[in-house]
């Protein structure tokens, strides 16, 4: 009876996920959005069956996404099949919600990052040098149409633009990694409300005032600010794009910490809850408010100034 039962909410899941999969291939509007519940079917049979009902269920998904779309459906179901399995088990363990979107982070990530070498292997497309190409020929273009007008193009500007594309090239890790835990913290966002609604018991995030990354992070932040001042490598080298890569990621995580404390700070003092939204929209529009909140995190961190403002009276 129980085997009945699961085999039949599998193919139900099953009809879902395939329902999911064929809106995202051939609606493209639509598709955009409705991608996002791709790993729900995944996080609920998880969440409720072993790892090993799980893996059957996810390799049957794979396999129903080959015959309802074409080989482009395979890697989106794998992606988030096995994200949503992953998720789904860490919920059945009773694990915290922050412990399963690290897992699901990381395996969205390994997938993201073994599709994109395969695209570069086995079929020659490297959309990241595609990519990078089209955004050059749009800056010569716009440089070719000021010359035809008679303005001479501002060469610092030409520079600016030019060193912003080589960066690009260089931080290709970083954006997969910031692309892996965006995604995987909007599918939780979308899909535990209806796990929620289905009976699955589903963790609570903590408040972010008090996220506290380790005091570790900050001493891998400083051997790689210290390691880039003493090496300077030259751009092109091996060391460039690993301190590179290890300096965009470790700073962004200095700014999360900010953050937080911004957000704590504002919970300890009675401030209005819009000061720290304000402050994130002023962090997009003014660099130097981004650098003072890094700062913050910073000192935050090492001097542990929430222990110094004390708790809410």
């Known amino acids: 009876m129980k085997n009945t039962y699961k085999l ?3 193919a139900i899941l099953l009809a879902i996920f395939a329902v999911l999969l064929l809106i995202t291939l051939y609606i493209p509007g ?3 959005i409705v991608n996002l519940f791709l790993a729900l079917p995944f996080m609920m049979f998880g969440a409720k069956h072993d790892w090993k009902s799980t893996a059957v269920f996810t390799v049957a998904a794979v396999l129903l996404s080959m015959i309802l779309g074409t080989f482009l459906a395979m890697p989106l179901a794998l992606a988030y099949g096995t994200t949503g399995a992953v998720m789904g088990y860490m919920m059945r363990e009773g694990k915290t919600r922050f412990a399963s979107y690290i897992a699901g982070s990381l395996v969205f990530l390994i997938n993201l990052v073994a599709q994109y070498a395969l695209s570069i292997v ?8 595609e990519m990078v190409e089209i955004f050059r020929a749009s800056v010569d273009q716009a440089i070719n149409m000021l010359e035809q007008m008679g303005q001479t193009p ?3 500007l030409i520079s600016q633009f030019d060193a912003m594309v080589d960066m690009i ?3 290709v890790p970083s954006m997969f990694v910031m692309a892996s835990f965006f995604i995987v913290f909007l599918l939780q ?3 535990f409300p209806f796990l929620k609604r289905f009976g699955v018991k589903v963790p609570h995030w903590q408040p972010f005032r008090e996220l506290n990354l380790p005091k570790s992070i900050l001493w891998y932040y400083l051997i790689t600010m210290i390691a880039a001042l003493a090496l300077q490598p030259e751009k092109g080298t091996y060391w460039f794009w690993v301190i590179s890569n ?5 700073q962004m995580l200095m700014v999360l910490q900010g953050i937080a404390f911004v957000f704590y700070l504002t919970y300890v003092k009675d401030y209005p809850k819009a000061v720290p939204i304000i402050v994130i929209v002023l962090m997009f529009l003014l660099p130097f408010v981004l650098y003072i909140v890094r700062i913050l995190g910073i000192i935050d961190l090492g001097f542990d100034l929430r222990k110094r403002l004390g708790e809410k009276k």
Do not use: P, W, Y
Not at 122 to 129: A, G, H, R, S, T
Not at 246 to 250: D, K, M, T, V
């Open 8 to 10: 039949t909410e599998g």
């Open 246 to 250: 290890l300096s965009f990621i470790l």
């Open 30 to 32: 639509l598709g955009m």
């Open 189 to 191: 966002l979308v899909s």
């Open 169 to 171: 090239e260089v931080l």
């Open 122 to 129: 086995l079929f020659k497309m490297n959309f990241i040098e």
């Open 154 to 156: 501002d060469e610092k």
